[in-house]
């Protein structure tokens, strides 16, 4: 009788997209307060503490494709490359080098990160617009992005929809550079200290959440400058905005908002990465 158990990629295709809903749902409010103190208006201005779930649509709606882009792209990256080396140590006759194992994860991150990215920073821009208040709310902002197009054309709504492209590769691909290599290392290195094959969603979160707070406060003034760009009222170029920054309020403007943002990502590594390895867990039937 034929196995019903579903492929790998299915399997990525699920787990990642329940993970991405679960972690961006419950974790909203934080990433709220984070977009607000790091908007140029200032925190109070920008909403404070009311109204923490504005733009909760945006994120419902693009938080499954854009997780599930991710993991299926990393799960199928990774284990291709892992394929490839074990193929070369086999017909080489050289014994095969585990130490590239985390260069293998950086590569499969990094691809799976700019695929992502194509639902993610639209989103992103939609909800942040909502979340400053520039917007009563997503459907809204997403409104006001479109009428633009009779003064600035299609190509204009694409840009705008997609604006910040640039620094989000720059912030998500060394952030995922950092989290996904270490949380690899933690799970091998439970494997081998326990003797088991698999790994527990317990474990994995657990894991998830200590790579994901190292990463998050690494990368913070990467992310100050993608608020700042997605916020802005006119495009503006990296530079320039860097520069801006520094003449407006100097370095520690790109630490705004460190602490919510540590806190969060701690936490929705442990929520993300979990319940994606309780889902994958559970499909593949592991235990």
């Known amino acids: 009788m034929a196995s019903t ?11 990642g997209g329940l993970a991405g809903t679960t972690v961006d749902l419950s974790l909203f409010p934080l990433d709220t307060l984070k977009t607000r103190l790091q908007s140029s208006q200032g925190f109070i201005a920008s909403g404070g503490f009311s109204g923490i779930y504005r733009g909760v649509g ?14 299926c792209t990393y799960e199928y990256s990774k284990s291709f490359l892992q394929a490839r080396r074990q193929a070369s140590g086999l017909i080489d006759g050289a014994e095969v080098g585990e130490w ?6 950086m590569a499969a991150a990094s691809l799976g990160e700019i695929a992502a990215c194509a639902v993610r920073v639209p989103t992103e821009v939609i909800k942040q617009r909502a979340q400053a208040r520039q917007y009563p709310s997503s459907l809204l902002a997403l409104k006001g992005i479109l009428g633009q197009s009779g003064t600035i054309g299609l190509r204009g709504v694409w840009m705008e929809l997609y604006r910040g492209w640039s620094v989000t590769i720059m912030r998500e691909v060394p952030f995922t550079v950092i989290q996904f290599p270490l949380w690899e290392s933690m799970k091998e290195y439970r494997r081998r200290t326990s003797g088991k094959e698999g790994i527990s969603a317990v474990e994995s979160g657990l894991f998830g959440s200590a790579a994901g707070a190292v990463a998050a406060a690494v990368t913070t003034p990467l992310d100050v400058l993608k608020t700042r760009m997605m916020l802005a009222k006119e495009r503006t170029a990296v530079v320039p905005l860097l520069t801006q920054i520094l003449k407006d309020s100097g370095p520690r403007a790109f630490f705004a908002g460190i602490g919510p943002r540590v806190i969060w990502i701690s936490a929705g590594g442990a929520i993300f990465l979990g319940s994606y390895q309780w889902a994958y867990n559970s499909l593949s039937g592991q235990d």
């Open 5 to 15: 158990k579903p492929t790998n990629f299915t399997t990525a295709l699920l787990a």
């Open 58 to 71: 945006s994120a419902i709606f693009g938080s499954a494709p854009g997780a599930a882009l991710f993991f």
């Open 100 to 105: 590239t194992a985390p260069l293998e994860h």
